[in-house]
């Protein structure tokens, strides 16, 4: 499909008003792009619209009457999509699909949802999480409008607005000799079994840590899910790093953990908001992140309070 809704709108004043001279005074546009348009429309269509009267102007032939009521109709059909978008764009309202780092999502996640849905009722609001890989993926192909993440390889066609940062701490078993103590060096850690976050980009950051320390962990199991880890180490096959320290120190089996505060120099990962770069947002999703920058600016995360 080539035709263009100019070329129907001038081919719809000059049907109206039997005159290309009066259609472009009406539309605005020179003689020869109209007579242009209306020459493209004859031959993509295969039709003839138009029977030229030598200094008498114009007269639809038959396929131009039919025509000329469809691409009316065409016409009205555009301006009523016109319309329906400006209203999405005036008001918070409708559908809004956001992402969220799975470690992050049940720290934040949650009370965002419900302030927001509290504040817009005339939104409706739908989270998913992920690991930072697939979300980058499912942002940069329309199916969320935002993604609440890391600052780990954004890519340089994102935007990103950071909330606030997120230093690495450690955690091990109520009975691991380390649990009393506020804090530890990784260098203590560094002949016990090491059970790691194994998903995109945070396998790398966890990993660089050692580096940065000066270290080689010794890795005794990878698992994609921190509940894992978590249930693991609380019952004595190891320790663990993480960045989003959840208030709740019991496992889902009813274990308990002990986090521990890292005393080496480490980066840490600062969470925030990523969108696609160029990408006009609309009034909600402008809305939530107002939201974020609410609950989550240089505050600890709601699920960490």
């Keep these: 499909m080539r035709f263009t809704l100019k070329q129907i709108s001038y081919f719809v004043a000059t049907a109206e008003l039997g005159s290309i001279t009066l259609a472009s005074e009406r539309v605005n546009i020179s003689q020869p792009s109209i007579s242009s348009a209306i020459t493209a429309l004859e031959h993509d269509f295969g039709i003839q619209l138009f029977i030229r009267h030598h200094a008498q102007g114009l007269s639809l032939t038959a396929e131009g009457q039919r025509f000329l009521r469809e691409a009316k109709a ?8 016109q319309n329906a978008a400006s209203m999405i764009s005036a008001k918070v309202g409708g559908p809004l699909e956001v992402g969220c780092l799975s470690t992050l999502f049940p720290l934040a996640i949650p009370e965002l949802l419900s302030v927001f849905r509290r504040r817009y009722e005339a939104a409706r609001v739908n989270a998913v999480a992920g690991n930072q890989a697939e979300l980058f993926e499912t942002l940069r192909h329309g199916r969320i409008a935002l993604l ?13 607005i950071p909330m606030a940062p997120l230093s690495p701490y450690a955690f091990v078993g109520a009975a691991h000799p380390f649990a009393r103590r506020r804090s530890v060096s990784l260098k203590e850690f560094e002949s016990e079994n090491f059970l790691l976050l194994d998903l995109p980009m945070s396998r790398d950051y966890f990993l660089s840590l050692f580096r940065e320390a000066g270290i080689a962990p010794h890795i005794t ?57 160029g990408l006009r947002r609309t009034p909600t999703s402008e809305a ?9 600016l240089n505050q600890p995360l709601p699920g960490t309070r």
């Excluded at 065409?74 to 999509?81: F, G, I, N, P, S």
């Excluded at 208030?247 to 600062?270: F, I, Q």
């Excluded at 939530?288 to 989550?296: A, G, P, Q, S, V």
Aim: include cysteine.
């Design 74 to 81: 065409l016409l009205l059909q555009a301006e009523e999509v």
């Design 148 to 160: 609440l993440t890391y600052d780990m390889n954004i890519p340089p066609d994102f935007d990103f």
């Design 221 to 277: 199991g990878r698992y994609a899910y921190i509940d894992i880890i978590r249930s693991l180490v609380a019952r004595g096959e190891g320790y663990g790093l993480a960045n989003a320290q959840p208030k709740n120190l019991t496992t889902l089996d009813g274990h308990k953990l002990s986090y521990l505060a890292l005393e080496d120099k480490l980066r840490p990962l600062v969470y925030g908001i990523a969108t696609l770069k």
């Design 288 to 296: 939530f992140i107002e939201i974020c920058r609410e609950l989550l």
